[in-house]
T-cell receptor
Framework: DTGVSQDPRHKITKRGQNVTFRCDPI?????LYWYRQTLGQGPEFLTY????????KSRLLSDRFSAERPKGSFSTLEIQRTEQGDSAMYLC?????????????FGPGTRLLVL | KQEVTQIPAALSVPEGENLVLNCSFTDSAIYNLQWFRQDPGKGLTSLLLIQSSQREQTSGRLNASLDKSSGRSTLYIAASQPGDSATYLC???????????WGAGTKLIIKP
């Protein structure tokens, strides 16, 4: 296993378009997290899954955002009707719970630019 | 509401120096605290994780301390090298769900 992967790495879209990002976690990890990071800031929590169940959503996750993890493996994050303020790096992380030390392992991120 | 602050925002030091990065948090009721490293255009790599019951953790040239009562953590880097140049972020987890709350990071440049 080579770690957490995200696709695409970069996405440029026009305002109003829909975009979808994919995250493939480390195979034995049951938890999956989505974060958003803007330039010069730390990541902000968006949502997380335990297996296929979405257990928590941030208030940052407006109704234009939806995340799924249908079989408890990969996850998708969709943004509908994108706005320029959605431009950011979207980071995915995975971990195994319960574990002695539950470190989150991060993917390389998807950088979104909304024109 | 938990807030995490990192000072300084940027730091430039000559190679070989020992240095300290600071992280403060407003709510001492944390589950754990982690230090991460982020290289430009790349994801985050966990460096050290300190459980709330621990005072410090060490890995190679890195040592992280935690003082919950004062809401502070420090990351000590010994004998800095140009390869240590990166942004270092501190994150706290308020509970076992491990939702991380992050500082904005300290951008570190080690000059050869």
């Amino acid at each position: 296993d080579t770690g957490v992967s995200q696709d695409p790495r970069h996405k440029i879209t026009k305002r109003g378009q829909n975009v979808t990002f994919r995250c493939d976690p480390i195979s034995e990890h049951n938890r999956l997290y989505w974060y958003r990071q803007t330039l010069g800031q730390g990541p902000e929590f968006l949502t997380y899954f335990q297996n296929e169940a979405q257990l928590e959503k941030s208030r940052l996750l407006s109704d234009r955002f939806s995340a799924e993890r249908p079989k408890g493996s990969f996850s998708t994050l969709e943004i509908q009707r994108t706005e320029q303020g959605d431009s950011a790096m979207y980071l995915c992380a995975s971990s195994f719970s319960p574990g002695l030390v539950e470190t989150q392992y991060f993917g390389p991120g998807t950088r979104l630019l909304v024109l | 509401k938990q807030e995490v602050t990192q000072i300084p925002a940027a730091l430039s030091v000559p190679e070989g120096e020992n240095l300290v990065l600071n992280c403060s948090f407003t709510d001492s009721a944390i589950y754990n605290l982690q230090w991460f490293r982020q290289d430009p255009g790349k994801g985050l790599t966990s460096l050290l994780l300190i459980q709330s019951s621990q005072r410090e953790q060490t890995s190679g040239r890195l040592n992280a301390s935690l003082d919950k009562s004062s809401g502070r953590s420090t990351l000590y880097i010994a004998a800095s090298q140009p390869g240590d140049s990166a942004t270092y972020l501190c994150a706290v987890s308020p509970d076992s769900n491990y939702q991380l709350i992050w500082g904005a990071g300290t951008k570190l440049i080690i000059k050869p």
